[in-house]
């Protein structure tokens, strides 16, 4: 069976270092997915996954073509084979298709061609974009004596990302609903208290919109995660990232989900969002 999933998130929202850490978890064989055999061309993972081993995330720049495919067999805890395809495309890509209202043949083929996607929204990313306060930017702009146009705001570009995958997903092999997992990465930056309240609650804090979209889909099945793809932040904690270069990068990332109980807790297993979203066993 060849499922197809798509990454789908703005620019610095976490696609690229999210694919450069499932490798390895595939490869490791101890989550809910296992790799079956080598993919035939992981150069683009490889390298973004050395980055992460030297202690830095990748540097790769977003690029409206920017564009690579990560396509392995895995298996499941019973057993069951599946061709996954996942297209890693730029956050740039996504969100030009949001401003133009256009999307290329190419990316609509992609998106009519899936049953499950995973949607990334980052903690803290110097690309959010927050809506203005209408009131007093017109009355700055006026004393600068100038127009200036601002970024689309990030919760209206997500919103739009999940009305491209209503209208384009296909239902899954038994018939039921495509599955969105959200996926909030960067999740280790916030504080225990928001940790214990969780993602759902982050978006409802900070993304106001995204978080009623979410409960407004019908045509999906939504699971929503946090993320950490090393368990700590490279760039700004040093003791944190020497020691993850002393240690070795396996055991650290890890991935929020909900118990039975409703507590949400860290798993090490970091295929968790796409076996959800493939209804691995």
């Keep these: 069976m ?9 620019p610095d929202s976490g696609k690229t270092n999210y694919v450069g850490r499932v490798w390895p978890a595939l490869e490791d064989g101890k989550g809910r997915l296992q ?6 061309d992981i150069q683009f993972v490889l390298e973004v996954a050395d980055h992460l081993f030297s202690g830095h995330f990748d540097p790769r720049s977003e690029h409206v073509d920017d564009r690579q ?8 805890t019973d057993g069951e084979h599946t061709s996954i395809i996942i297209p890693d495309m730029s956050g740039e890509l996504w969100q030009n298709a949001v401003l133009d209202c256009e999307v290329t043949p190419e990316l609509m083929n992609e998106m009519r061609e899936a049953d499950g996607a995973i949607l990334f929204i980052r903690v803290c990313s110097d690309q959010d974009v ?3 306060d209408w009131v007093s930017s017109q009355a700055m702009m006026e004393q600068l004596g100038e127009e200036k146009k601002a970024g689309l705001p990030t919760q209206v570009l997500v919103c739009e990302l999940i009305r491209f995958l209503e209208l384009t997903l296909v239902n899954r092999p038994d018939g039921s609903s495509p599955r969105l997992s959200v996926v909030v990465s960067a999740w280790d930056l916030v504080d225990d208290e928001k940790f214990t309240a969780g993602p759902e609650r982050f978006l409802e804090r900070e993304y106001p919109f995204v978080a009623g979209r979410l409960k407004d889909i019908d045509c999906l099945s939504v699971q929503v995660f946090g993320l950490s793809i090393v368990g700590g932040d490279l760039k700004a904690d040093g003791a944190f990232r020497d020691k993850m270069l002393e ?5 650290h990332g890890w991935v929020a989900a909900k118990d039975q109980s409703g507590a949400w807790v860290r798993h090490t297993d970091l295929t968790l969002p796409i076996a959800w979203v493939v209804g691995a066993k």
Excluded at 69 to 76: A, H, L, M, W
Excluded at 247 to 251: Q, R, S, V
Aim: no cysteine; net charge negative.
């Design 2 to 10: 060849s499922r197809s999933v798509l990454l789908i998130g703005g």
């Design 69 to 76: 495919d990560f396509e392995v067999v895995v298996s499941d």
């Design 35 to 40: 790799a079956v055999e080598q993919p035939d």
């Design 247 to 251: 240690t070795g990068i396996d055991g």
């Design 130 to 132: 927050r809506p203005l």
